[in-house]
């Protein structure tokens, strides 16, 4: 979830040290404990990294409250200007240094932790050898559904049959993030015969375009956007091959989907019937260069 906030004028003591910083005034506080975290920022619909202080300042002997953010490679003013934040990760708690030196050590040290853990991960093509990771992965995508009441993949789909044919097929995406599995993607440019029949009407009509089935993230990288990087890495893959449209699909039920897709811009076309039951159907216009 986004923190909707707008910055305000601050002492500039961040920008003294080499770390400006834009001193938001949330619209709701969120609750949060002294320290320094991973965020991502949102400003006129671009999306950068940042981290966010929340804290007094001891070390400049300080005892206001504020919040904080260094966003990386962004060097616009954005005073009065109202902008977002999303809380990735607890770097570390409040702490007084000694110095303004030790401060700055502490700081360069911060932003090399929070570049890392917002690093994109790798990806390459599935292969038959990955199937254990990624059936770990769609076992606790299963999971958290049946966790929520609902009926998606909870008839056994998607199994290792179905992963075995994405691989054969060249179509199973694995990311990895440290060399670890964190999420799963099938990135489809056939025609989806559950498609041919809509309650409604596509925005297109006869021409190729991308289907993505299947995602699913590990429990340990929740929350750290690999939903959305897989739509984007679809998204460039289709565009370099001159493809225009984007399909997907997903539950009534699913919000945490329907959310991703919705502020993906895609567009609700209707009710297509899939092999479990009727999903939503929706579309967006891929811009090609």
């Known amino acids: 979830m986004y923190i909707t906030g707008t910055v305000i004028h601050g002492l500039e003591n961040g920008r003294k040290f080499g770390f400006p910083t834009a001193n938001v005034q949330p619209d709701t506080p969120p609750e949060l404990d002294k320290g320094v975290y991973a965020v991502w920022v949102k400003i006129d619909g671009n999306r950068y990294k940042g981290m966010l202080y929340v804290g007094t300042r001891p070390t400049l002997g300080l005892h206001e409250p504020t919040y904080e953010i260094n966003i990386f490679n962004f060097r616009k003013s954005l005073y ?10 607890k770097i570390r708690g ?3 240094f000694k110095n303004t030196d030790e401060l700055m050590a502490a700081l360069r040290h911060d932003k090399e932790t929070v570049s890392e853990l917002l690093k994109a991960p790798t990806h390459a093509i599935a292969r038959k050898q990955d199937i254990p990771d ?3 992965i769609i076992g ?3 999971q958290r559904m049946k966790k929520q009441g609902l009926d998606q993949w909870q008839d056994g789909y998607p199994n290792e049959e179905a992963i075995l044919n994405d691989c054969a097929r060249k179509v199973g995406h694995l990311f990895r993030k440290d060399n670890k599995p964190v999420a799963y993607a099938a990135m489809v440019f056939d025609q989806d015969p559950y498609y041919e029949k809509i309650d409604g009407q596509w925005l297109s009509n006869g021409e190729t375009y991308l289907t993505v089935h299947r995602i699913a993230v590990h429990d340990d990288w929740l929350g750290f956007g690999f939903a959305k990087h897989i739509l984007q890495y679809a998204e460039r893959m289709a565009a370099r091959k001159g493809i225009k449209w984007f399909r997907i699909d997903t539950h009534h039920d699913n919000r945490a989907m329907r959310n991703l897709i919705r502020d993906f811009g895609f567009t609700l076309c209707g009710i297509v019937q899939v092999r479990d039951g009727m999903r939503m159907a929706y579309e967006k216009q891929i811009l090609t260069k």
Request: proline share 0%; net charge positive.
């Open 140 to 142: 606790q995508a299963k």
């Open 134 to 136: 990624i059936m770990t």
């Open 94 to 96: 409040e702490k007084r």
């Open 80 to 89: 009065g200007k109202t902008i977002s934040f999303r809380i990735i990760q």
